[in-house]
């Protein structure tokens, strides 16, 4: 296993366009997060995924942000109508708190870039 | 207010010398983590270090060790024999155990290594 991957890593698109981002996330672990980071600053929790479960949303910045986990494996964030203030890189994180005793250790993938012309 | 604190945007260090990366913290709960990681200019968040609020010693993990001063809620990174490959942003996070598994993370500083 070579970590969490994520793609794809660059993606420009016009404003009004829909775009999805894929993440596999290192295959033991049942935990996956969604960040947002904008350019000079930290990453900013969306959401996450006990297996396929969806536990937190909240932070899923609109309407037209969602996520997705079908079968606990990988994992899919879309944005509809994307704007100009959705550029951004889009990290992608992976956990199992069991393997860490406590610590539960996010192990983040490379991210996807995304220009919004 | 802001729950992560990083005062330094960026600093600059020797080749070889030392370098202490500054975080202070804000929370109300009793459990807790702090953790630090290193952003280099590929983009993948790489973790350091782990700190429990309940843990007795300062975490260490090879060159990296975490200055832990609970009272006055400081989490600094302390680098020791700096290398080139240290130039990175640096990240500061915590975990509350009221907020889920959310990590909350500082805006970062950037380390430059001179050689």
């Known amino acids: 296993d070579t970590g969490v991957s994520q793609n794809p890593r660059h993606k420009i698109t016009k404003r009004g366009q829909n775009v999805t981002f894929r993440c596999d996330p290192i295959?033991?672990?049942?935990?996956l997060y969604w960040y947002r980071q904008t350019l000079g600053q930290g990453p900013e929790f969306l959401t996450y995924?006990?297996?396929?479960?969806?536990?937190?949303k909240s932070r899923l910045l609109s309407d037209r942000f969602s996520a997705e986990r079908p079968k606990g494996s990988f994992s899919t964030l879309e944005i509809q109508r994307t704007e100009q203030g959705d550029s951004a890189m889009y990290l992608c994180?992976?956990?199992?708190?069991?393997?860490?005793?406590?610590?539960?250790?996010?192990?983040f993938g490379a991210g996807s870039r995304l220009t919004v012309l | 207010a802001q729950k992560i604190t990083q005062t330094q945007p960026g600093m600059f260090v020797q080749e070889k010398e030392a370098v202490t990366l500054d975080c202070t913290y804000d929370?109300?709960?009793?459990?807790?983590?702090l953790f630090w990681y290193k952003q280099p200019s590929s983009g993948e968040m790489i973790f350091l270090i782990y700190?429990?609020?309940?843990?007795?010693q300062n975490a260490t993990e090879g060159r990296y060790s975490l200055n832990f001063q609970k009272a006055r809620k400081s989490a600094n990174l302390v680098i020791s024999a700096s290398q080139l490959g240290d130039s990175a942003m640096y990240f500061c996070?915590?975990?509350?155990?009221?907020?889920?598994?959310?990590?909350?993370f500082g805006g970062g500083t950037r380390l430059m290594v001179k050689p």
């Open positions: 996070a915590m975990r509350e155990a009221n907020a889920g598994n959310m990590l909350t």
């Open positions: 929370t109300s709960d009793q459990s807790y983590g």
């Open positions: 700190q429990g609020s309940y843990d007795e």
């Open positions: 994180a992976s956990s199992s708190p069991t393997l860490n005793s406590g610590a539960n250790v996010l192990t």
């Open positions: 295959s033991e672990h049942n935990r």
């Open positions: 995924f006990q297996n396929e479960a969806q536990l937190e």
